[in-house]
């Protein structure tokens, strides 16, 4: 549940202009980190346009968030180079460790899972990253301890 008042000064300050409804949802997303159904809601009330036309345009455009993303994004790369060395091995050890599918987030929000693009390491394919560390040469068995190890390192210090 969030303090939704920041959405009514947001909405406040756009008041006297014309000002599109991806900037409103931009600033809206910019200070709460996504764009929930409790926090559209209380968008499409406020400027007084129906819920479906908010949706369409929160859920059109893939800047905007619409669920919570876990505290680790782990992104996993499945292009050719990281597949041919085996990516597709890794990326099934971290599902069944995980519990996960891509796109979805582990239900105690630790560990979200989604692919990335090339990360331009091919050379020490097979690769993912987690938050803003990269990491190669993965082997199944290396990529779960990898996360294991980010589990652990969120207890102990959490
Ligand atoms: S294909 Fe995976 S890092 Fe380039």
């Not at 993303?69 to 499945?78: A, F, Q, S």
């Not at 069944?96 to 050379?123: H, I, N, V």
């Amino acid at each position: 549940m969030h303090d939704l008042n920041k959405i009514d000064e947001i909405i406040q300050a756009y008041a006297d202009t014309r000002t599109p409804l991806i900037y409103v949802l931009k600033d809206v997303q910019k200070e709460y980190g996504l764009l929930s159904d409790e926090i559209l809601t209380r968008v499409a009330q406020k400027i007084n346009i129906p819920l479906s036309e908010i949706y369409g345009v929160a859920t059109f455009y893939s800047l905007f968030t619409t669920t919570a993303k876990g505290k680790h994004i782990v992104r996993c790369c499945n292009n050719a180079p990281c597949h041919v060395k085996g990516s597709k091995a890794v990326l099934d050890h971290i599902k069944s460790y995980l519990g996960l599918e891509m796109g979805e987030t582990t239900p105690d929000g630790t560990f979200t899972l989604e692919f990335t693009s090339c990360l331009g390491l091919c050379a020490v394919a097979p690769v993912m990253m987690v938050d803003n560390e990269v990491y190669g040469n993965l082997t199944p068995e290396k990529a779960v301890a990898i996360l294991k190890d980010y589990k652990m390192k969120g207890t102990s210090h959490a």
